[in-house]
């Protein structure tokens, strides 16, 4: 299943859709910019990760994800200048009877705290349970990381416990408070548009 609509947040003036090869550059620079600022919360990448070729070769990787429906890319955009600011994707998705995926996102560091994340975040999750049929997304987030607590629980999203040293963050394994959110949840938002009506999914199909 793959992505070609766009869905808007017209409140904070935003509007995210799956990257495409055009965007490899976009990309790219967004990386180098937050890089230093962000590496707290990341991975260690390998130096050839901050590369155009790299950038170009995860969103073809990203784009196969989606068509075979294991994962989605989308990018952030301010819609008046069409900027690429963050990302915000959706992995290991379990179809069946679990019907989950895990969140997770990135935005520049010039840009935090204006709630544009929070509105990202939450475009996703519609089109998660309203297009994809999904029932449970997930986040796990390192305990210091107060700003990206803030934007899953200002979204809906509640904590379930620790998951003990659960991934390598910045070369240490971190613990994460795992937070989740079920569709029952999902609230109505009347600042949400879509560029053409929700393909709507049923799970019992997959």
């Known amino acids: 299943m793959s992505m070609s609509l766009e869905l808007y947040n017209t409140r904070k003036g935003i509007h995210i859709r799956q990257l495409q090869p055009d965007d490899a550059e976009s990309l790219l620079q967004l990386r180098l910019q937050s890089r230093e600022a962000n590496q707290q919360y990341e991975p260690r990448y390998p130096e050839d990760f901050f590369t ?21 890319l989308f990018g952030i955009f301010i819609t008046a200048q069409q900027e690429l600011i963050g990302t915000v994707s959706l992995s290991h998705i379990v179809r069946g009877v679990g019907q989950f995926a895990e969140i997770g996102y990135s935005l520049s560091h010039l840009l935090q705290g204006q709630g544009y994340m929070t509105a990202a975040v939450k475009l996703v999750l519609e089109y998660a349970f309203r297009s994809l049929g999904l029932h449970r997304i997930q986040a796990g987030i390192i305990p210091h990381n107060t700003a990206s607590r803030r934007v899953v629980e200002k979204c809906g999203f509640q ?47 997959q």
């Open 159 to 205: 904590a379930e416990g620790i998951a003990r040293q659960l991934v390598k963050i910045n070369g240490e394994w971190e613990d994460h408070q795992i937070y989740a959110i079920l569709a029952s949840d999902l609230e109505e938002d009347s600042s949400i548009s879509y560029e053409a009506p929700l393909p709507l999914s049923d799970p019992n199909s």
């Open 52 to 72: 155009l070729a790299s950038q170009l070769d995860l969103i073809y990787r990203r784009r196969q994800e989606a068509a075979e429906d294991r994962g989605y």
